[in-house]
């Protein structure tokens, strides 16, 4: 209310001055603020439930709210003693006001001051939409302090002249189904355990094994031959020592409550057979003996799932409480491996991401150390080798320093993935314009060459993690440049509503046996168990945790993730150096938010997301064609609407209510091609920042009103709406008339 009496006070004096002022009330209807009312009202509690809900009821229920609380306000403005015009107050949600925004945007849109494209923008899981920097940051509170897992991840350096072990489990086999345990029983594959082996012989086409060597129990060689018959000149041999366990007198029965016990390091519980150290002893050696004769060589293993604990244990260690089973493969499952590895470790914040992850960044000037400690090589900055490698009392390890490199040695250097990508998903080109044709798995051959590599970056530092740094591009605003200039692909890992899609959820699964696989996997809510998994499996070193400050919904409180998203913005960047110009002249009070806040908001504002996936709010006047399935058509350029008699000119339809979903029902048909709205709404700040002319109609009604009015003399708000109202008043402003909006302002506390 203060600004409130300020406004109601200049205005006075202004009068008994003797000039005329026009004291209209102005209602910002829409936007997120008003839906949000309306679904605690509802009781609803996302954008998915607003759409099973019916957009038209939630429309109808919303409108009919605004109404009751403009009238709540205008009791409360009556009672203050404001002396303001309520009955002729433009709302809005009126149908003139939005017609004024379409203008507007088709204005822009020609000027090429408008443009769609993919971005990483703050997103709000829980409401569906992307957010600006300027709305979040508006008021205190916006960041709010909370406590995460901070990961050191191990990147294993590829290799060209390391040797490479691939292990393939045997598909599924009748006993495999009954849950009977087989050990040496030659069981052969059922149906499913063939489709199993054909299917991962299929994935494995590309490949080039210099061996494949399989146990010579049918299940495994059958399997090993159908994987052989894509590779004709590959030999295949089979080795006893990668028979399955001896187990004793538990061969052939079903599970029993005490079977997992059995592959756990000092439970054993076999009377005959062979104990978990008997199998450890004979792979181990088994497996050195490989690295020995088969050097540098690419070597395929077809084997049994007990085998693949201990094949596992040798390359990534044994697990601390000694339960090997949480590293088993399923039936037709492959694992890759390599000699002598050297790892990157890298650090993040956000665990949630390391699925997305496609590049790692460096500072090519910063110098490096390969670490060796317990058996495994590290590369960290030497810089911070003291701090990472301490444990979890934070005492110091011993390690020892094997050499030093600078980064410039590292950039370029190629690494294996962390989570290999599972069947039906598919990378995005980030770097490059041309679109890719073919299915995913095109696709994804042709994006593979730029992926896993190390890059430099100049923002790698050294005061904290360890001057390695992960790059998810879909998922991080530094990271996306960096996959914009290096052609690094992106990976959409989460939907829309913050759940990884169902063939990552289930890929994680794999890692956690311990949650609910058949539940939806949020972020938010997995993030501490992802990274707890991830360590158990040997992929993360070390976890920590740390308190940071992280942004949330200003309007919902959700934590925000900064996720690549379609959108529609206007360039900021093309008018910066105007808008600097033309704060000028503008009077301030205080005079310090000039050149403070005000300006330094101009200085480093990002291009404006002006588009939102929501509903109530002025529906975005663009039409783009699509084919009679309803999907889109590539390459034809979109109708933008300015007014609603070109629409009905285009479409034939007149609309009482321009407002979804009654809008999205317009359908263009030019050229004998289809066109369709696309389903976004106008950020409601577009709205605002359209006042100074939108309120009279412009350019349909006053224009000559509004063109001797502009710009307008006083404004007033809090402190907030330096980087929020007034901002995006002069950003239209300019953008338009190529002039500031107002030329006094007070800013109160």
């Not at 919902?556 to 808008?579: N, V």
């Not at 389903?679 to 001797?708: I, L």
């Amino acid at each position: 209310l203060l600004s409130s009496i300020v406004k109601d006070a200049i205005p006075r004096y202004q009068t008994m001055k003797g000039k005329r002022v026009e004291r209209v009330w102005g209602w910002d209807c829409h936007g997120l603020p008003a839906e949000r009312f309306t679904e605690k009202k509802l009781g609803i509690h996302s954008r998915q439930e607003v759409i099973e809900y019916g957009i038209e009821n939630y429309i109808n229920a919303t409108r009919k709210n605004m109404e009751q609380t403009s009238s709540e306000w205008e009791d409360v403005v009556d009672r203050i003693g404001r002396w303001v015009d309520f009955k002729g107050a433009y709302k809005t949600m009126d149908k003139d006001y939005m017609e004024s925004i379409w203008w507007a945007f088709k204005t822009l849109h020609e000027k090429g001051k408008i443009y769609e494209g993919e971005k990483v923008l703050m997103y709000c899981t829980l409401d569906g939409t992307p957010l600006s920097k300027a709305e979040v940051t508006m008021d205190a509170g916006a960041y709010q302090d909370v406590t995460d897992p901070s990961v050191y991840v191990k990147f294993r350096i590829v290799d060209e002249n390391s040797t490479q072990v691939y292990f393939v489990r045997h598909g599924q086999t009748d006993w495999n189904f009954s849950h009977k345990i087989m050990g040496r029983a030659d069981i052969e594959l059922n149906d499913v355990g063939k489709e199993q082996a054909r299917e991962t012989a299929e994935n494995l086409k590309d490949e080039k094994f210099d061996i494949i060597i399989s146990s010579p129990l049918q299940r495994a060689k059958q399997t090993a031959e159908i994987i052989k018959s894509y590779h004709k000149d590959t030999p295949l041999v089979f080795a006893d020592e990668l028979l399955e366990r001896d187990f004793g007198e538990y061969e052939g029965k079903k599970n029993p409550g005490d079977y997992f016990g059995l592959w756990n390091y000092g439970n054993d519980k076999l009377e005959k057979g062979e104990t978990t150290n008997d199998v450890e002893k004979r792979i181990f050696a088994y497996l050195e003996n490989l690295k020995k004769k088969y050097a540098g060589k690419k070597i395929l293993v077809v084997a049994h799932g007990g085998i693949g604990l201990l094949i596992q244990a040798y390359f990534s260690g044994i697990p601390k409480d000694n339960d090997l089973l949480k590293l088993v493969a399923k039936n037709g499952e492959l694992k890759k491996f390599t000699y002598n590895t050297i790892n990157l470790l890298a650090w993040t914040t956000t665990p949630w991401t390391l699925p997305a992850n496609t590049a790692l960044a460096v500072n090519k000037d910063v110098v490096y150390v390969e670490v060796e400690l317990d058996g495994e090589r590290f590369i960290v900055a030497k810089d911070l080798v003291k701090k990472v490698f301490t444990d979890e009392k934070n005492q110091p390890l011993e390690y020892t320093v094997v050499r030093e490199m600078k980064g410039e040695e590292l950039v370029g250097l190629s690494y294996e993935p962390l989570i290999a990508i599972p069947n039906g998903m598919g990378y995005t080109s980030i770097g490059k314009k041309d679109e890719k044709a073919g299915d995913i798995a095109q696709q994804n051959a042709a994006l593979v060459a730029d992926l896993y590599k190390i890059h430099a970056a100049d923002y790698v530092e050294t005061e904290a993690g360890t001057g390695i740094v992960h790059i998810a591009p879909t998922y991080g605003e530094e990271d996306y440049e960096l996959a914009k200039r290096n052609n690094v692909p992106g990976l959409h890992v989460v939907d829309e509503n913050g759940f990884y899609y169902e063939p990552m959820a289930q890929k994680l699964y794999e890692f956690m046996p311990w949650r609910n696989a058949d539940e939806p996997l949020n972020v938010w809510e997995s993030n501490k168990d992802v990274a707890k998994s991830l360590k158990k499996a040997g992929i993360v070193w070390k976890i920590d945790y740390i308190t940071h400050s992280y942004p949330h919904c200003h309007r919902c409180g959700t934590k925000l993730m900064y996720r690549a998203h379609p959108s529609w913005f206007m360039d900021i960047d093309g008018q910066r150096e105007k808008m600097l110009e033309k704060n000028e002249p503008i009077n301030w009070f205080p005079q310090h938010v000039k050149h403070g806040r005000f300006e330094k908001t101009v200085e480093s504002a990002p291009d404006w997301n002006i588009s939102r996936d929501r509903f109530w709010a002025t529906a975005m006047p663009v039409w783009k064609a699509v084919d009679e399935h309803g999907s889109l058509i590539p390459g034809v350029q979109p109708i933008v609407v300015g007014d609603y008699d070109e629409l009905e000119k285009l479409s034939g339809k007149r609309l009482p209510d321009y407002h979804r979903p009654w809008i999205d029902d317009v359908e263009i048909e030019k050229d004998g091609v289809r066109y369709k709205r696309i389903d976004k709404v106008m950020d409601s700040w577009f709205e605002a920042g359209s006042m100074p002319f939108a309120q009279f109609h412009y350019p349909f009604e006053n224009k000559e009103k509004f063109e001797a009015n502009f710009p307008g003399d006083f404004i007033v708000e809090y402190i907030g709406q330096v980087r929020a109202w007034f901002y995006y008043m002069h950003a239209m402003s300019i953008a338009l008339f190529g002039q500031n909006s107002f030329k006094n302002v007070i800013v109160t506390g």
